[in-house]
């Protein structure tokens, strides 16, 4: 196990550097906006533009700055500074971390407890009316995107413009360090809105994998030797239909570590996701650099802790 | 039947179930959306178009209510707090709060720049080649500064926006004829034309330029900065100022015992608190407001502009405008939460004069004469939001009236109607087709796609597409790419290498009350730069250019008005784009703000606004 864990961490390393060349080339590739043309003003003088990028070492091969770019990640752990507002990068991400992390854990928590359960009971209670109800909520959940429905939800139940006043408005996220029930009360709608769409999507899985599993042999073989029924579905049941479930959960859980940026934009919470848009829309190649770097890195760790939980869950896995 | 088997026949009912269940879904989605869509109630009145003041709700900007703290909702960020650097309107909005400038403008008149730090007006020598200013005694630096602003921190504040750690946007168009002045950014030096005596200051001139210079110290750059403090942050390059501004105005960013701005996170907030060093007998600005939050971050400015509309002490947004959708209905039902300014700017669809077509006088002529520019107006919110732009010198910027006001110059038949004239764009099509411009039909008749590049988000995004329509109506094909707003500029339209033909999303805004400040960078030859340009035509007429140097010189006032009303007309005659709206700047506030706009920044004057 521990040789596997060495080995996958290695090839992550190799892989970031991949992912980190490829946000470079892709910069340098495709028409960005000009980050010293930028910083220069509406009117700018050339030769300001030329001081402005090599300030920035923009004037450089990019793959001057490609390595210098890694060497000092490697050397100091130093993302370097922001184009737009000259900010230490690793500070900026790491301030925003807080806040995509508390949304992603949260959301995720939401929709695993009601995207399980409702898989489950659809598939105990398949062809019920109560199955056919959360099967077509589930639909809607997935047919409904995350923008809209998050703008819906705030015109419906934000406690400043809402017709039905119950969750905080948007722009009110504070750390949980500087006020804890303020933080729940602000992310409790974005939780709701973030979570929709997954547990939709696990719901359905679930349903689907559990009305599989439960067909299998060694279901009937249980049920014929006396097991109640609540051992055979839970026991037996969810806990084979729920491996490609953890796979799924630890790239989603990963994605979103990485930033949700739709739900970040329009419930403004100061998250890594909305810091990548603006740098993307602004050129800030070092912000967006770092924001992937963080994405991949979570995606990375997160499969891996999934890799060594199925190891536990499924007694067919050995490494 | 296996259990695959029961699952594929349970599969087919349930397909059709799906069918159905897919068309309840709809809806059920189509209504949530009209519940959602009907949460602003219902249009009372179709009474559109009245107009409010700088003044939400009206009367005198001096007067207020002291104390209250406010949140001003923004979709960005300022560009910097350093005064050397900023130059964007959102930018200039905190910074006239937090610094002052050796020129100012009350809110009501953007036209008279009043002294703020001078104690007095400018004395401009005879020749045009000198101008003085005598800084005012007893103002003070907030801390950790904490001591008396001199005429040298001027000095030094201009000399910094030569260098290249503090890239000023401006400092080389405004104050490059100073004697002296770097030719280009490089290390920080003295600029000998720059000379200080006791509380004078006095700017030497290489060209006679002076009141072109005395009416940039209104800008920023004119903020005066201690060299003693400041020094070693400008030694960084790029400059850390930006981070340890030393404020002079009547409120500052929050900072701490060093002097590091603590209150600003860049895209999340700015907290704006008292100057407990400010001193209220030296300034003509009331202060009202104890501290000001600006929350960055409202992607949506239509729920940022919702939530001012409906909540208490807020204001919105960084945009110019609330999205058009909200601005109609605020302008019905709550017109006196509205604060209204001239924008002091022109939009238009640059034609560029290098590339064909457009090289030939009688195609640009002919696609003004057609453009429906009033259709062009609606995608910025229609007759609401401004005037046609008949010109290139906005209303309330000298040289406007005497251009011909908001009419513009009656003489020139293809800007005479605005809504498009078929009939007459046929003629100059083929009087174009007589120089051998390929026309069939009064239309172009051209087999090449035209390289447009235009923004990809609204409202530039319908402007450009309202545009493509009007365009193919005179038998043009384009190439239509759409990009973000800054790689438009930054790698297209400002890039003249990149021989674009239509640009049809620029516009420009005044830097100071000016018609030089509206004409020369747009439409000079002289203006050309291989980056960053923004004569996005490329306009380049020996006449013109030989009419700005010459109406550079005269002082401010009505011969200088008339001077630059000429050579505005000489450009509208030259048909170098299609201009088609002046829109008025247009912010929002709670029902309990009294919100000032100034007209010189045109956003919300924060020392001016108070908590009713």
Known sequence: ?319 | MTNTQHDAHLQKGRSMRKIKLSWLMTALLVALAMVVAGCGGDDKSENSGKKASPVAGGGDPGEGKPGGNITFLAAGDVDYLDPGQTYYTFGYMVHYAVNRTLYGFKPEDAETAIPDLAEGEPEISEDNKTVTVTVKPGVKYAPPVDREVTADDIKYAIERAFTANVPSGYATSYFAEIEGAPEKPGKYQEIPGIVVEGNKITFKLTKAVAPRLAAALVMPITTPVPKEYAEKFDKKSPSEYDQYVAFTGPYMVKNDAEGKVTGRQPGKKIEIIRNPNWDKATDFRPAFLDSITIEEGNDDLTVAARRTLAGQTLLCCDSGQPPIPILRRALQRNPDQLGRVAGGGTRWIALNTTQKPFDNLNVRKALIAGFDRNALRLTRGGEEVGSIAQHWIPPGIPGHEESGGDAGFTEFDWMQNPEGDPALAAKYMEAAGEEGVPVENGKYAGKDNILTIATNADPGLKTAQTAQTEFEKLGFKLNFRKVPQDTLYTKFCSVPKKEVPICPNVGWFKDFQDPESMLQPTFSGAAIKPAGNVNWSQLKVPEIDQAMLDAATIPLGDERNKAWAEINKQIVAQAPGIPYVWDDSISIASKDMKMVINGYYTSPDLSFTSVK
Request: proline share 5%; glycine share 8%.
């Open chain 1, 1 to 319: 196990m521990l040789a596997y864990i060495i080995r996958r961490l290695l090839w992550s390393v190799v892989l970031l550097l991949v992912v980190s060349l490829v946000i470079f080339l892709i910069f340098f590739i495709l028409p960005t906006a000009d980050p010293a043309e930028l910083r220069a003003g509406r009117n700018p003088d050339p030769e300001l533009v030329a001081a402005i990028e090599a300030q920035l070492g923009l004037n450089r091969p990019f793959y001057v700055q490609y390595f210098f770019f890694i060497r000092d990640i490697v050397t100091e752990f130093n993302f370097g500074r922001s184009y737009q507002n000259n900010v230490d990068v690793r500070e900026e991400i790491f301030s925003r971390i807080p806040a995509t992390a508390s949304l992603a854990l949260g959301a995720a928590f939401v929709w695993l407890v009601i995207g399980l359960l409702i898989g489950i009971l659809s598939a105990v209670k398949r062809g019920t009316i109560l199955d056919r109800l959360a099967m077509g909520a589930a639909l809607v959940g997935i047919s409904a995107p995350v923008y809209w429905l998050g703008l819906v939800s705030i015109y419906l139940f934000s406690n400043d413009i809402g017709r039905f006043p119950i969750f905080e408005p948007p722009g009110t996220y504070v750390a949980i360090t500087e006020d804890p029930t303020q933080w729940l009360k602000s992310l409790l709608l974005p939780w709701l809105v973030l979570a929709t769409a997954f547990a939709a999507v696990y719901a359905r899985f679930m349903r689907s994998n559990l009305l599989e599993v439960m067909g299998e042999d060694y279901i009937r073989t249980g049920r014929a030797k006396g097991l109640k029924e609540r051992a055979v579905v839970f026991r037996h049941g969810v806990r084979a239909a729920i491996t490609p479930i953890v796979t799924i959960f630890g790239l989603d859980l990963g994605i979103l570590l990485g930033g949700a940026i739709l739900t970040e934009s329009v419930f403004n919470i100061p998250g890594i996701g909305r810091t990548a848009f603006d740098a993307i829309s602004k050129g800030d190649i070092p912000i967006v650099q770092g924001t992937v770097i963080i994405g991949a890195t979570a995606i990375i760790l997160l499969n891996l802790i999934v890799d060594i939980v199925y190891a536990f869950i499924d007694p067919r896995v050995r490494y």
